[in-house]
């Protein structure tokens, strides 16, 4: 499996933006799909995921404001709103593959910056 994450950028506080991961490969073994974010000189922490049941879970400081949807082919959106000069960092990717206990298959980094 493959992740090609997509989407970030430059917006000022207030508004929105919507990052994106293409999943390629053998698919089929995705259990989940998670957005990570990793704020400067901090550790990287899961925002939003999502299973192949369309289960949801948000961190509390995204909840209301973010939302992730996948597609049948588990590519995966982080639809942003309401976006807050703390939501600034690199954002990630993540997929759970069936049978394993972690998500340990990541896209690359996609920065999102929020001005106040």
């Known amino acids: 499996v493959q992740l090609q994450a997509s989407g970030g950028g430059l917006v000022q506080a207030g508004g929105s933006l919507k990052l994106s991961c293409e999943a390629s490969?053998?698919?089929?073994?995705?259990?989940?799909m998670a957005w990570y974010r990793q704020a400067p000189g901090a550790q990287r922490n899961m925002i939003a995921s999502?299973?192949?049941?369309?289960?949801t879970m948000y961190e509390d400081s995204v909840k209301g404001r973010f939302t992730i949807s996948m597609d049948n082919a588990k590519n995966t959106v982080l639809q942003m709103n309401s976006l807050k000069p703390e939501d600034t960092g690199l954002y990630y990717c993540?997929?759970?593959?069936?049978?394993?206990?972690?998500?340990?298959?990541w896209g690359q980094g996609t920065q999102v910056t929020v001005s106040s």
């Open positions: 993540a997929a759970l593959i069936k049978l394993r206990v972690e998500f340990d298959t």
């Open positions: 490969g053998n698919v089929d073994r995705i259990a989940a």
């Open positions: 999502i299973t192949s049941f369309g289960t």
